[in-house]
């Protein structure tokens, strides 16, 4: 067999510890696949004295680990610290100038400076490698970059961060509202102590535009990802989802349109026919639409030791065999610039909730106010009764475009008999 492949650990973390652990158990397992062992031979984390319960014999170890980046024995640097620029970057970046390849998990990173990154790593015949920075056990990146290359994909769209996943699930079976479940799930370790990367779709966001480069042979443009989170998700609205046959989820969905590229990140209703509808809890799920291969879909942890070491270990063992692809399936090089397509102009249908006084012509003022601005009602709902006190109404629209049903709701807010401002909720055809 030829000599080990070299490999360097920055960060021995969760993802790190577990990468150790994967390759040490399956050893023999690896060296078959990869046609040669998978060594670490250098190691660097912020605490030398941890107990991490990881054999670490014969890996040199590096109190710096951009100097490890630099020096060590090795011919691949796995990046497993996190953080979108900071010791990570000047990691990779350290590592790409030193002939070494690098692999990482940091879905920051990339998102950020994933096309300086591609450029610098293929100008030197490098590998960049990342299957692991997105949707974590899931051959995502692989899947779009290679499994589905024959094809002209039309849309990629998915549930991408588990977090808000578990948080949704979990409000949708309890009844219970967001900031409850979120401190139930930070106690129980399933959302971080600052939940904002999650809960207010940024981590989902980093990851959609990774896969929309992929999908589409563009520049990773993590500025042009329309963001919005699940915090204002209330029971109520869960429940009446449900009655109309769609479920929320926060959903990341990349599109090209005539406008330029769609990224969006936001709660969506989804319709309860849609396998999407039912990946639950913190998994994770990904739908690529083809022209030819037709809709493919992946599911499975988005996150954890193993998961997420598993797709590390993958590149490794493709860096092992010398199969050197294009970072995002074209050189990148070559990368086109596509414009963000406005959310103003995005089309698609809408569910309304509003607190209304009951009294009679309040249905009138706010179907005149849709109508005004070319917005068509496609069903509603009024439960019960209470004259002059609030009711909820709830409504759903024909496909319309986005500018206009934000016209129609600043007309209905200032309607006297609209007790709050109206809740909209986008719904996802799919
Ligand atoms: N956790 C997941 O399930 C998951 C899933 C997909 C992707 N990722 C990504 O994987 C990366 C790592 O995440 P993680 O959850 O494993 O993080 P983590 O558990 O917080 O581990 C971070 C590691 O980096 C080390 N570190 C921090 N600053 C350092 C520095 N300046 N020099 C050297 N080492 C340093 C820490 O050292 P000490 O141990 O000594 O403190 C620790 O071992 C992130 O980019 C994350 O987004 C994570």
């Known amino acids: ?23 040490a158990q399956n050893a023999e397992l690896l060296a078959q696949r990869s046609g040669r062992r998978l060594a670490v031979t250098a190691v660097s984390a912020r605490d030398r004295k941890r107990e991490r319960g990881l054999d670490l014999v014969g890996a040199a170890w590096f109190d710096d680990a951009v100097a490890m980046a630099r020096e060590a ?37 990339i998102a950020r400076n994933g096309t300086a990154l591609a450029r610098r790593a293929e100008a030197a015949g490098l590998t960049l490698a990342f299957e692991a920075a997105v949707a974590g056990g899931i051959p995502i990146v692989k899947a779009l970059r290679e499994g589905l290359a024959g094809n002209r994909l039309r849309r990629v769209y ?19 509202p967001f900031d409850e479940v979120l401190a139930e799930a930070q106690a129980l370790g399933y959302a971080e102590a600052d939940p904002g990367f999650d809960v207010d779709g940024v981590d989902a966001a980093h990851k959609l535009a990774i896969l929309t480069s992929l999908a589409f042979g563009c520049e990773v443009d993590f500025e042009g990802v329309y963001c919005e989170g ?28 005539e406008n330029g590229i769609e990224q969006r990140v936001h709660p969506c209703m989804v319709p309860l026919s849609a396998p999407i509808a039912y990946v639950e809890g913190v998994f994770n799920a990904v739908v690529a639409d ?25 590149d490794l063992i493709d860096i092992a065999r010398e199969r050197r692809v294009p ?36 249905i009138a003022d706010i179907a005149a106010a849709l109508r005004d601005e070319e917005v068509s009602m ?7 009764r209470a004259p002059n006190l609030g009711v909820p109404v709830v409504m759903t629209t024909h496909e319309t475009e986005e500018a206009a049903m934000e016209r129609a709701l600043a007309r209905i807010a200032k309607l006297d008999t609209v007790q709050e401002p109206p809740c909209m909720i986008r719904i996802e055809s799919l």
């Open 73 to 109: 024995d090795a011919e691949v640097m796995v990046e497993l610290i996190g953080g979108e620029e900071g010791v990570a970057q000047a990691i990779c970046e350290a590592a790409l100038d030193a002939g070494r390849h690098v692999v990482t998990a940091n879905k920051a990173l």
């Open 1 to 23: 067999m030829t000599e080990p492949l070299k490999i360097a650990v920055a960060g021995l973390g969760t993802v790190g510890a577990g990468v150790v652990r994967l390759l």
């Open 158 to 176: 998915g549930i991408l961060n588990g977090t808000s996943n578990y948080i949704l699930t979990d409000m949708r079976e309890s009844g219970r």
């Open 230 to 257: 699940i915090r204002r998700i209330s029971p109520v609205d869960i429940q009446y989802a449900e009655e109309l046959g769609y479920r929320i989820k926060l959903l990341a969905t990349a599109r090209l349109t």
């Open 327 to 362: 970072t995002f399936a074209v050189p990148a090089s070559e990368l086109r610039r596509i414009p963000p397509s406005p959310m103003k102009r995005h089309q698609g249908a809408y569910y309304i909730r509003f607190l209304v006084t009951d009294k009679p012509g309040v």
């Open 378 to 384: 496609e069903s509603m709902l009024q439960r019960g």
């Open 290 to 314: 083809g022209d030819f291969a037709e809709s493919t879909v992946y599911e499975g942890r988005g996150a954890g030791a193993g998961p997420t070491a598993s797709a590390v270990v993958a």
